[in-house]
């Protein structure tokens, strides 16, 4: 009864943040450049320079979804951060990860897409995903089959297509 109950509050609490659009963090499906996922990722760096950021997503920063998107740009997270900080549009901030980095091609970047947008769909962290959605209440849920789908309902977004 009493793991209910702490799982309850838990997922209380993730229900009742300030969810994470209103302060515009993007959904991962979001695209800058044709990259999905490095808008959100620039979105949550401004937020944390503002101290706006949840904790519950500042343990993850430059890890996990963040950690994927700088090593295929070939750049450091902290890196990125000092950039960020510095200011500028999303698309000079991608062409400065180009410049410093490396530019992937159409291909490349088509591929980054496909894999990302698939991330716990029978993968290595489908796991990870059924025990998130379980403790946010939604274990229920068939359409929530991707991390990108989680994100999206655990944000009070609609879940985002895993196509273009």
């Keep these: 009864m009493a793991a209910e109950r ?8 993730a229900h009742t943040r300030c969810p994470m659009r209103e302060l515009g963090i993007r959904s991962p499906s979001a695209k800058v450049g ?19 950021l949840s904790p519950d ?10 950690e994927f998107c700088t090593k295929f740009l070939h750049v450091q997270y902290r890196n990125l ?3 960020v900080i510095e200011g500028g549009s999303d698309e000079e901030i991608l062409w400065w990860c180009f410049d410093k980095g490396r530019r992937p091609s159409e291909n490349e970047i088509y591929v980054w897409n496909e894999f990302m947008r698939k991330r716990g769909w029978n993968d ?9 959605k379980k403790e946010a209440g939604l274990a ?9 789908a989680f994100i ?8 985002a297509t895993n196509y273009p």
């Design 81 to 83: 951060v000092r950039r």
């Design 57 to 66: 997503y500042q343990p993850n920063l430059g890890r996990g979804f963040d």
């Design 34 to 52: 044709g990259l999905v996922y490095f808008g959100r990722m620039l979105d949550k760096i401004r937020a944390h320079e503002k101290n706006k």
């Design 152 to 159: 999206d309902v655990d944000e009070g977004r609609s879940p």
């Design 6 to 13: 702490g799982l309850e509050s838990r997922t209380k609490r």
């Design 124 to 132: 290595e962290i489908t796991e990870t995903l059924k025990r998130r």
């Design 140 to 148: 229920g849920r068939s359409e929530i089959d991707t991390m990108f």
